[in-house]
């Protein structure tokens, strides 16, 4: 007998897909050329919406990890404000960070609101979202 998809994921290690998306994070951004020497040539702003994608992405896993955990719980609006919150933060961190190493990259403040943006845009939209796939996962 095949088990469900929702109870495979269940049994998953519990912060799975939030470690998995924070490690490829951390290498996008502090990597001195993570897309090699020379990276796609994209529109004006991309590397904005690219901080706003991951970042957001980042809040959903940690939503997504939750949620997996506590038997595909409903989660609250607080949980998904702490998670953006922490994320924004570790953008911060990461902009630190790249400052401080020196290696072409530095402190931008466009990219932390990108990415504090991203965040709360990807939770909100969880949130709103959650009732419809929380249907169709038998408890």
């Given at each position: 007998m095949t088990e469900r998809l929702p109870g495979v994921l269940s049994k998953l290690p519990p912060a799975l897909f939030t470690i998995i998306t924070g490690v490829v994070i951390l290498w996008l951004t502090l990597a001195p050329k993570p897309l090699g020497e020379h990276p796609p040539q994209l529109f004006p702003g991309a590397d904005k919406l690219a901080?706003?994608?991951?970042?957001g992405g980042l809040t959903a896993m940690m939503l997504f990890d939750w949620q997996r955990v506590h038997q595909w719980e409903r989660a609250s609006w607080?949980?998904?404000?702490?998670?953006?919150?922490?994320?924004t933060f570790f953008g911060i961190f990461i902009e630190c960070a790249q400052n401080l190493m020196q290696q072409g990259r530095g402190f931008e403040w466009g990219d932390i609101l990108a990415d504090t943006i991203g965040a709360f845009t990807f939770a909100i939209l969880w949130m709103l979202l959650q009732k419809y796939w929380l249907r169709i996962i038998p408890k």
């Open positions: 901080h706003g994608l991951m970042f607080g949980m998904a404000t702490l998670y953006a919150t922490a994320v």
